[in-house]
Structures are given as C-alpha cells and as structure tokens.
C-alpha cells in the first residue's frame, strides 16, 4: 500500500541547522570568542582563526565560508586585497572588515574592495552578532533571488 500526500497531509518540514562557517583573518584572536558568540540555536557558528593572509588564503583553497571577518592590517600584507579575491571567488560568502578607526575615509577602501560592512574593532558582542546576522542574510537573500530569477 503506497501513501501519497495529499494537501489535508503536509510534508512535514524537517528544517536542519546548518552551522555558519565563519573565517576570522585577524593577528589576534580576540575577536574569535565575540564570534563564537554570535552564533544561535538557529544559526550555530563555527570560527576558524588564520592570523595571517598566506594561512587565509590556504584554508580558502580547500574551504568555502559563509562568513569573512578580515583586518585591514595583516602581518603579511593588506586584508583589502583578500576581501577583493574572496568578493572575485564568491558572491555567496560574506565580508566583514573589523577596522580600528570610525573615520568614514578608512571604511572606504574595505567597501571598494567588496566588503559587505566595515566594523570598529572593539564594537560590542551583541552589535557584532546584529551585523553578522544582516549580511549572511543579505547573502542568503540575493542568492535565493539568482536562484529564482535566473
């Protein structure tokens, strides 16, 4: 006896929790723990620390991320650069810069580069899981968009 699905029937949705792949591209792994905490029961985040753009650059070739938080400073060479190759490489993975000045002139080269928000270092846990939360959605969002309009 087969059972089809009829309308007064439903699929039950069986939603999983996908865990948030998350990329901190920092010297210092400070940050690491106010991302880890960002995470939700919705939305459980997994932080992977590369204190250098060579370290980023090398779990990148093997890994994708739904998340990128980059310093502009690294000890080998500019996290503008790497927020340019990760905006080339992907249009689903997104960019946060976490800079050390407010100063709207310093924002402006993390946004050419593709940044989908600049962040003052030191910005609150809770402004921090706000900000993440919005571009992974913005992501989510203009990637279910492609899928339905193209």
Do not use: W
């Not at 459980?44 to 310093?71: F, G, N």
């Not at 927020?83 to 000045?101: D, F, N, P, Q, Y």
């Amino acid at each position: 006896m087969s059972t089809k699905r009829t309308p007064a029937t439903p699929k039950k949705n069986k939603a999983r929790r996908r865990t948030c792949r998350v990329l901190l591209v920092e010297a210092s792994p400070a940050q690491r723990t106010a991302l880890e905490g960002c995470g939700t029961a919705h939305r459980p985040m997994s932080v992977v620390h590369a204190p250098t753009l060579t370290e980023a650059r090398k779990y990148l070739a093997d890994h994708s991320v739904d998340l990128a938080v980059i310093a502009p400073q690294l000890p080998d060479g500019s996290g503008f650069d790497l927020t340019a190759e990760l905006s080339r490489m992907s249009h689903t993975t997104a960019k946060i810069v976490l800079g050390g000045s407010a100063d709207f002139a310093k924002a402006q080269p993390a946004i050419r580069a593709g940044a989908d928000d600049y962040v003052v270092e030191g910005i609150s846990p809770e402004e921090l899981k706000t900000r993440a939360a919005a571009a992974l959605d913005r992501k989510t969002d203009a990637t279910l968009d492609e899928i339905k309009y193209e």
